[in-house]
Structure formats: structure tokens, C-alpha cells
T-cell receptor
């Protein structure tokens, strides 16, 4: 049972345009969401997160939007750059604090930013 | 900077062999995790540990075991490797703000 879903396995965007990566979840207990970026042959690196008390969090070119009623979040990258080409994983957890809280990851979206 | 290191980047083993994957973190984090990454399946949690000698099963623990004798080290053990355990294995440690820091991964091939 996939509790975190990224329905688009790949996305291609032109440099300078907006990239929008989507993520849906089914577990209503999830209250903290993260996006990770992964280059080939490297471990994932943390990009941005959002708590369920917010509906938007922004960090430079990256903005994450959370729609709790729809159980949907999205990552916007503006403007997209060739170096953003990577696999992006959405992740969710139930409980921001506390020991042993695990992350449930989506299947990933391969973003390709073309010149 | 948090550093999570994994003992091998690439590993080739034969079916039936016992395999040890080692992970070390240098930030005194209590929580550590082992995942495997497969195409189309994302990252799936195998085991995690929230303290020395403590461990909990993740979503796909079958065929694996773990050891956490020291806080900084978390080992994943494949008791008898099988071809369906060919995968990229990722170790992570977690800070109190719930951010996980990943190692570079070990690409394991079981022949």
C-alpha cells in the first residue's frame, strides 16, 4: 500500500521556466512533509520541508505548497536551472518530534531541465 | 556538516553469502535508518534504530537483520544474499528536527 504517491515518474522543463512536482498521500496522520533531491550515485539531500500547520514554505527558488484537505503537496522550482535535473522524492512523517519517527517516501520524479 | 559514510560504494556478492553493510555517522544522532532504493519503488525502509541496541522493523525487513552496538554505527546484514536483494542501499541518520541525512549509498549486486 503506497501511502505517498508521486504519479509522474518523469518531468521535462525548459531552463528558466517553472517546474511543478506533485505528491499525494493517503495517511491522515502525516503532519510533516519533506522534499529530497537525489543525483545519480549520491545519497538524497534535503531540500525543503513543511509542517501541517502551514500551507506554504519558501526557500529561494523552491516553494512547497500543502493542501491538507486534498492530501496533496507540490514543489515549485522557479526559475528552473540545468543543475536542478535530478530525482525528487517526497516524504512524509507522522509526528514532527519524538524518537524513531520514520519517513515514508514516494517513488520519485525524475526532473530534466533542458537548455 | 553532518557526515554519513558507508563502507563500500559498490559490492558484488554471490547468492548465499553473508553480507555486511556498514554505516557511520559523526553527529551523535540517536536515530539511524537503512533503506533500499529500486526503480519505480522509491526508497523503502528496511530497519531503523532509535538508540544503541534498539531496533525496529521497517516496511521490508524480510531477509535482513541489523546491529547497533555503538551510537555512531549501524550495520545492515544480509544473512544469505539472494538475487532479489540486488539494489542500492542507503543509510541515514536523523537530527532532532526530523531531517534525515543520507550516506552516498552502496550499490549491491548479488550474482
Amino acid at each position: 500500500d503506497q501511502q505517498v504517491k508521486q504519479n509522474s515518474p518523469s518531468l521535462s522543463v525548459q531552463e528558466g521556466r517553472i517546474s511543478i512536482l506533485n505528491c499525494d498521500y493517503t495517511n491522515s496522520m502525516f503532519d510533516y512533509f519533506l522534499w529530497y533531491k537525489k543525483y545519480p550515485a549520491e545519497g538524497p539531500t534535503f531540500l525543503i520541508s513543511i509542517s501541517s500547520i502551514k500551507d506554504k514554505n519558501e526557500d529561494g527558488r523552491f516553494t512547497v505548497f500543502l493542501n491538507k484537505s486534498a492530501k496533496h503537496l507540490s514543489l515549485h522550482i522557479v526559475p528552473s536551472q540545468p543543475g536542478d535535473s535530478a530525482v525528487y522524492f517526497c516524504a512524509a512523517s507522522a509526528g514532527v518530534t519524538g524518537g524513531g519517527n520514520k519517513l515514508t517516501f514516494g517513488t520519485g520524479t525524475q526532473l530534466k531541465v533542458e537548455l | 556538516d553532518v557526515k554519513v559514510t558507508q563502507s563500500s560504494r559498490y559490492l558484488v556478492k554471490r547468492t548465499g553469502e553473508k553480507v555486511f553493510l556498514e554505516c557511520v555517522q559523526d553527529m551523535d544522532h540517536e536515530n539511524m535508518f537503512w533503506y533500499r532504493q529500486d526503480p519505480g519503488l522509491g526508497l523503502r525502509l528496511i530497519y531503523f534504530s532509535y538508540d544503541v541496541k534498539m531496533k525496529e522493523k521497517g516496511d521490508i525487513p524480510e531477509g535482513y537483520s541489523v546491529s547497533r552496538e555503538k551510537k555512531e554505527r549501524f550495520s545492515l546484514i544480509l544473512e544469505s544474499a539472494s538475487t532479489n536483494q540486488t539494489s542500492m542501499y542507503l543509510c541515514a541518520s536523523r537530527d532532532p528536527s526530523n531531517e534525515q541525512f543520507f550516506g552516498p549509498g552502496t550499490r549491491l549486486t548479488v550474482l
